[in-house]
């Protein structure tokens, strides 16, 4: 990854090599032959990947009901959503392998929603309902089953890579909630768990991590289960840019709201909250709520407490079926939509500059500034690339600026300011500039692509390219052009890095 900066404060050590300089925001000069452009934002919806409300149902393997097109369809259509979220229930298999038929059913599925380019979260479970007597034994399976069971879902999750948004850790108890279960701790008869109880738990866990594909994260349910099987101190961004089983451990919360600990989502919530507050910027947060608040304070589902907690603890998803009269409520107090529009990232761009003239072998200079006005990062990667497009042919050319887009956290003015070269073969020509910002995992689908929340036509939403409004002129070698970047005021040029070579875009 290329030297780039996100905080003003860095920049500043660039610019005078003196803290204390002026802000990277603040270009006044902008070099011979380029030119400034300024971006607004917008309000409006945009049916981006891998965040905002979800809907949720089951595939229970004793009645099995398949995932249709027209249901992922109608969700799309009816409340603009790209992200679903399945249930398996394994309530047959409790104590034989999964069978061939079944698995087949779980990847007919996954086909609808790569045809509806949707993408899915997943959670397994053995059983989703109390006992009568609500006592052991719950239904769910042994250890030595559950990694037997993960282990046969492996090909799935590989297979399935570009549409898996999550696996929740799920598996453990009724739900999947690591809560009713017979073999991992029935709270009826152990409180606390012992220490061989969470060796098995984070076994289970450890086993799903290896099963899935290391881009995927995993969630547990709640914060004390990551802080007890891993530590109590919050991800960083360099395990996260390692992908560790810590880092790829996120949380998802299914009473959000619902009392002043959740309904026992947080065992001491003054130490979990700031962790999860810390944790969740590099880490996959998401879930549903459960009920109207049960205690003091009395509106805290409501649209402040809800805004203010979804923010701090950077969801990207939550089920919008559930609890219904928590999502009337928003719906009614009025931030509903804005919710669908921040869960997740919503990327902005606020100002560009770039050159007018390129020519034949020289350099492609260019310096962006954007905001990320979500609630979280991206957590699937993402990649940042420069595109130019013939006006006259359409033809597509891209330069992988090289970024994960993981590290975009809301709040920063995140600067980008790269050089790629333009080969000296290049078509001469006109060329309008655009940004493909591109599923690292699946390339072929457009629909995976991120659109920037701006104005005026930025955003091309069909084909899932952001329009920079501006066009450049391709020249042959000596015209005048940037054989190289300007000595610009705001930043070294990063000359030193090898930069992608501009590539016809597959
Ligand atoms: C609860 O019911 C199940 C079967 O229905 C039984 O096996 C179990 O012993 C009961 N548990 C208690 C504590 O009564
Ligand atoms: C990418 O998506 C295409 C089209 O939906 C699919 O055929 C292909 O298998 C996917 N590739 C990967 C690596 O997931």
């Known amino acids: 990854m290329p030297a780039y900066r996100i905080f003003a404060f860095l920049c500043c050590l660039f610019i005078g090599g003196t803290y204390g300089c002026t802000s990277c925001d603040d270009i006044t000069d902008v070099p011979t032959g380029f030119t ?21 149902n089951s595939g229970r393997a004793s009645s099995f009901t398949p995932l249709t097109l027209a249901e992922l369809n109608g969700y799309r259509q009816s409340y603009g959503m790209t992200m679903h ?24 599925d996954l086909d609808i929603v790569r045809q509806a380019k949707f993408t899915i979260i997943l959670r397994f479970m053995y059983t989703d309902a109390m006992p009568a007597n609500n006592s052991a034994p719950y239904g769910d399976a042994t250890k030595s089953w559950m990694i037997d069971h993960i282990d046969q879902l492996t090909s799935i999750f590989t297979d399935y890579e570009d549409v898996i948004d999550v696996v929740q850790a799920g598996f453990i108890g009724v739900w999947g909630e690591w809560y009713y279960t017979t073999y991992f701790g029935d709270p009826a008869v152990y409180n606390p768990l012992t220490q061989q109880h969470w060796d ?8 799903l991590l290896d099963s899935v594909p290391s881009s995927i994260s995993v969630q547990v349910r709640t914060p004390r289960y990551k802080r007890t099987i891993f530590n109590t101190v919050a991800t960083t961004q360099a395990e996260m840019e390692d992908e560790t089983n810590k880092a790829r451990s996120g949380h998802h919360n299914d009473c959000f709201l619902a009392s002043s600990t959740d309904f026992g989502t947080y065992a001491d919530k003054s130490v979990e909250y700031p962790y999860l507050k810390d944790d969740t910027k590099y880490t996959v947060m998401g879930g549903e709520t459960c009920a109207v608040s049960t205690d003091a304070p009395l509106d805290r589902y409501k649209c402040p407490t809800a805004q203010t ?3 701090e603890l950077h969801f990207s998803y939550l089920n919008q079926a559930y609890h219904p009269d928590v999502i009337s409520s928003w719906k009614t107090d009025g931030c509903f939509d804005e919710i669908h529009r921040y869960l997740g990232y919503r990327l ?37 690339n420069i595109m130019l497009r013939d006006t006259a042919s359409g033809d597509l050319y891209a330069a992988d600026l090289d970024y994960d887009l993981k590290t975009w956290l809301p709040g920063n003015t995140i600067i980008v300011d790269e050089a790629t070269y333009i080969p000296t073969d290049f078509p001469l020509g006109t060329y309008d500039v655009l940004l493909a910002i591109k599923d690292y995992v699946n390339e072929t689908l457009s629909d995976s692509n991120i659109l920037l929340a701006n104005t005026n036509g930025v955003p091309e939403k069909t084909k899932g390219l952001n329009n920079l409004k501006h066009t450049v002129t391709v020249g042959v070698a000596g ?8 000595t610009l005021d705001w930043a070294d040029p990063q000359s030193d890095s090898v930069y992608s070579r501009v590539h016809v875009l597959s």
């Open 36 to 56: 400034q452009l300024t971006y607004t934002e917008s309000n409006e919806h945009l049916e981006n990947p891998n965040r905002g409300f979800v809907m949720q």
């Open 85 to 108: 979220w399945r249930q398996y229930i394994l309530n047959t298999f409790v104590s034989s392998d999964v069978t061939a038929a079944f698995k087949n059913q779980i990847r007919a």
């Open 348 to 384: 902005v761009i606020k100002k560009a500059i770039l050159p007018n003239t390129l020519q034949q072998g020289g350099r492609f200079c260019v310096y962006m500034e954007f905001e990320n006005k979500g609630y979280a990062a991206p957590f699937k990667h993402k990649t940042l």
């Open 309 to 311: 907690e979804l923010s």
């Open 200 to 207: 098995d738990r984070a076994e289970v866990l450890e086993a």
């Open 479 to 486: 015209t005048p052009g940037s054989s190289s970047c300007p």
